[in-house]
Every structure is written in structure tokens, then in C-alpha cells.
């Protein structure tokens, strides 16, 4: 179980409602891998975190860029790796849901999440703060539209 | 330890030897399990089982095309089902090989091979026979390969 607490806050109002449900999606996930046997309700619970999890990344990654925080290339690869690993999830469960060890999975993502929001997510808090007004405005639109699409310039992809 | 089973035999000389040789390298996986798992050796074990099975699918779906065998979408369905399946498997082992549960694959892998092998491709049979002196020809050229493209 992650605990929301003062020093996973960065400041940034929308990014710290992301981590809050973020940390109680995961934790809702924590708990069915602990005692729950009906696996449709796993699924959707992986699902959401899913989905979720990649629209909180889209916005953290929009915000890094139009703060130009510099580290946002490694911070992107370590989005796309967790990423990877949900996804990963989901297919072997959809093969065959036995072969997944749920209790350690839901270890592992917890212990991912709580040190990303509490050290590299750390990394941008200066950058966005000296941007705040630029990160104002689009967090405004980046909360009214969840699925906000941004093109991203081509020499700035990360693959 | 798992033993081959001629009921599984196809009479296609390329796709049984592939067939026994996916016996084979599940042998390994099982006793690298039952000799209490180091995860490095998994982890090979697995990864030589995926590359050996897709290199087999390959050959399977390229001799299945070759004589027309109307069943052949659904049965590549069920290879990438497997395939993408066990590419998530070998990932997850990878990064935390707590994640799986390892000897819940052995059981699963064995039961695939054996259901698959029993079923589905013993439903292409008739049809690679009707081609056979095709199908001979072509095998020639997909043993030993392993990265077949059509
Ligand atoms: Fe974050
Ligand atoms: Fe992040
Ligand atoms: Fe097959």
C-alpha cells in the first residue's frame, strides 16, 4: 500500500491530482491481488490502471516539454518502460491469468510508482516552478480534456 | 519429464522434428524448474522455447499457405496468441521473475504443445498430404531456417 504524503507533492496541482489516483488505483489493484479470485474484476482494475497510468504520463510529458525540462528524454524512457510492463501484464493475463503471480506484480508496480513520483517526478519541480505560468494555462486544458493529444515535433520523439 | 507422443506425429517430416524438438527444449525448462529454478537458466530455457517456436510457427504457416489450407487464419491466430503471450512472459520474467509463476507455465506449456499439436495441427493433415510432393520440396528449403520470411 502506498500513502499519499508531503514529500511525493511536487506542487503542481494537476500533476499531484494525477499521483492521488494514481496511488489509489494502484492500491485498489493491490488489494483484489491479495484476496480477490474473479478474474474479469482484475482485468478491469489492470485496465484502468492502464489507461490511466498513459494519460497521466501524456501530461507529465507535455508539461516537461513546454517547461523544457532537460532530463525529459530519460524521464520519457522510464515512462515507456513501466508502460511496457503493464502492458506485458495484460497480455499474459489474457493468455492465461495462472501464470501471473499477482501479489508480487502488485509489489513491484507499487514500489515502481512510489519511488518515480518520489525521485525522478522530484527532478521537473524546479523547472515546472520557474515556468509556472506557462504550466498554469496548459494545465488548464490538460484537465479539461483527458485525452488532450499533443503532436509532438518529430526530433523530440522518443522511441 | 515429458516424453514424445507418437499419437502427435503428423507424418510431415519438417513440422514433427520441429514438433520434438519444442519437447526438448520444454524438457530443459522443466528441469532447470524442478532443479528449484535458477532464474538465469529459466530465462534461457524460455527464450530458446519462444525462438524455436517461432521459427516453427513461420515454417508451419509458410507449408499451411503453400497447399491452401482454408483453415490457416485462425490457426495463425492461435500461433500469435501464444507468441505474444509468451513474449510478455519472457519480459515480465526478465524484470522480476517473481512476477510469474513458473511452475504455472511448465503445465500450460505442455498442455498448449500437446492440445495444439493434437488439434489444430493435425487439422492441416489432409490437406499438406494431398500436396505432399510439394510439401516435400519446400521442406528441403525451411529446415534450418529459423528466420523463413515469405
Ligand atoms: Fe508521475
Ligand atoms: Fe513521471
Ligand atoms: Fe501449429
Given amino acids: ?4 504524503n508531503e514529500t511525493l507533492s511536487t506542487g503542481i496541482d494537476v500533476i499531484d491530482d494525477d499521483h492521488k489516483f494514481l496511488i489509489s488505483l494502484i492500491n485498489q489493484f493491490a488489494e483484489l491481488a491479495e484476496h480477490c479470485e474473479d478474474l474479469a474484476q482484475i482485468s478491469i482494475a489492470v485496465g484502468a490502471l492502464n489507461e ?8 507529465e510529458e507535455i508539461l516537461m516539454m513546454v517547461c523544457t525540462y532537460s532530463e525529459r528524454r530519460q524521464h520519457q524512457r522510464e515512462h515507456k518502460a513501466f508502460t511496457d510492463i503493464v502492458d506485458s501484464l495484460q497480455q499474459l493475463y489474457r493468455l492465461r491469468p495462472r501464470l501471473v503471480n499477482l501479489r508480487e506484480v502488485a509489489i513491484f508496480l507499487s514500489d515502481w510508482l512510489n519511488s518515480h513520483i518520489a525521485v525522478s517526478d522530484q527532478g521537473y519541480v524546479a523547472q515546472m516552478r ?7 494555462t496548459v494545465s ?8 488532450f493529444r499533443f503532436d509532438e515535433p518529430d526530433h523530440l520523439r522518443v522511441s | 519429464m515429458i516424453y514424445w507422443d507418437p499419437k502427435l506425429e503428423t507424418g510431415i517430416a519438417v513440422i514433427d522434428e520441429d514438433h520434438k524438438t519444442l519437447f526438448g527444449l520444454l524438457n530443459a525448462l522443466l528441469r532447470i524448474i524442478d532443479d528449484g529454478e535458477k532464474a538465469d537458466d529459466a530465462a534461457l530455457a524460455i527464450a530458446a522455447l519462444n525462438d524455436y517456436a517461432t521459427g516453427h510457427f513461420k515454417r508451419e504457416e509458410a507449408l499451411m499457405l503453400l ?10 491466430r492461435d500461433h500469435n496468441a501464444f507468441r505474444q503471450g509468451m513474449k510478455s512472459l519472457q519480459h515480465l520474467f ?17 498442455n498448449w504443445l500437446q492440445q495444439h499439436i493434437a488439434v489444430s495441427d493435425r487439422a492441416y493433415v489432409p490437406k ?4 505432399s510432393a510439394l510439401i516435400a520440396k519446400a ?12
Fill in chain 1, 140 to 147: 488548464t486544458n490538460l484537465r479539461d480534456d483527458v485525452n
Fill in chain 1, 130 to 136: 520557474a515556468h509556472k505560468s506557462l504550466v498554469d
Fill in chain 2, 139 to 150: 521442406s528441403e528449403n525451411l529446415i534450418s531456417c529459423t528466420s523463413f520470411d515469405l
Fill in chain 2, 128 to 131: 499438406m498430404q494431398e500436396s
Fill in chain 2, 67 to 76: 497447399c491452401g489450407y482454408p483453415g490457416q487464419d485462425r490457426h495463425e
Fill in chain 2, 94 to 110: 526478465s524484470i522480476n521473475a517473481g512476477m510469474v509463476n513458473l511452475r504455472g507455465v511448465s503445465d500450460f506449456l505442455l
Fill in chain 1, 1 to 4: 500500500m502506498i500513502s499519499w
Fill in chain 1, 52 to 59: 490511466y497510468v498513459l494519460n497521466h504520463f501524456r501530461r
